[in-house]
């Protein structure tokens, strides 16, 4: 069964620092790989989308990176505001789950960046 | 503008009451989805549908009801018979089968919370 951790929970940073937040999961058996932004009771904001045989993808400050075979996958974000304090979310979409859409997603990290 | 919207932002619901949430989407989206997030959490499949008139169970299904009359809607029914119905409930779509697999970008509502009386 496909599971998907992330870990800090919770991060709190200083503006301007550089950060990275973790995902890991499972079954290298996956489409992709998304990372989403979820502000507090709101719903998702897809971020970036790696496909399987993909190493990273950008957008703007952010990076995410995927190494499949161990299983994990990094969001880069470079000189943190405090605009992008947020819930960050990532998901899996398993092979198999083709016609179905699935998404298996983390717990999500909490990331708050102080002026 | 396009995009999902669902409503209401905040539903009450007593104690062997069905309720139901709406979701519409002006996309023209094929595919929709419901999840269910509780506090700390990730989200959870409820019920999908690929197309009109079909929908299926996803991983926690019990306690819930879903129909697919209209391509633009997707409403959600929560049950008596779903014992802990507390939490943030996000609808989504996207454009459906592409090439044999599913739209590869899910877009999300803004949700619904839903608290118990």
């Known amino acids: 069964k496909q599971e998907v951790t992330q870990i800090p929970a919770a991060l709190s940073v200083p503006e301007g620092e550089n950060l990275v937040l973790n995902c890991s999961f499972t079954d290298s058996a996956i489409y992709n790989l998304q990372w989403f932004r979820q502000d507090p009771g709101k719903g998702l904001t897809s971020l970036l989308l790696?496909?399987?045989?993909?190493r990273e993808q950008t957008s703007g400050r952010l990076n995410a990176s995927l190494d499949k075979s161990s299983g994990r996958s990094t969001l880069y974000i470079a000189a943190s505001q405090p605009g992008d304090s947020a819930t960050y979310l990532c998901?899996?979409?398993?092979?198999?789950?083709?016609?179905?859409?699935?998404?298996?997603f983390g717990q999500g990290t909490t990331l708050q960046v102080k002026p | 503008d396009g995009g999902i919207t669902q409503s209401p932002k905040y539903l009450f619901r007593k104690e062997g009451q069905n309720v139901t949430l709406s979701c519409e989407q002006n996309?023209?989206?094929?595919?929709m989805y419901w999840y269910r997030q509780d506090p700390g959490q990730g989200l959870r499949l409820i019920y999908y549908s690929q197309i009109v008139n079909d929908f299926q169970k996803g991983d926690i299904a019990e306690g819930y009801s879903v129909s697919r009359e209209k391509k633009e809607s997707f409403p959600l029914t929560v049950t008596s018979a779903q014992k802990n119905p507390t939490a943030f409930y996000l609808c989504?779509?996207?454009?459906?089968?592409?090439?044999?697999?599913?739209?590869?970008?899910?877009?999300f509502g803004p949700g619904t919370r839903l608290l118990v009386l």
């Open positions: 998901a899996v979409r398993p092979l198999g789950s083709g016609n179905t859409g699935k998404l298996i």
């Open positions: 989504a779509s996207s454009i459906g089968f592409v090439g044999g697999r599913a739209g590869e970008t899910q877009y």
């Open positions: 790696i496909q399987s045989s993909q």
């Open positions: 996309l023209n989206h094929d595919a």
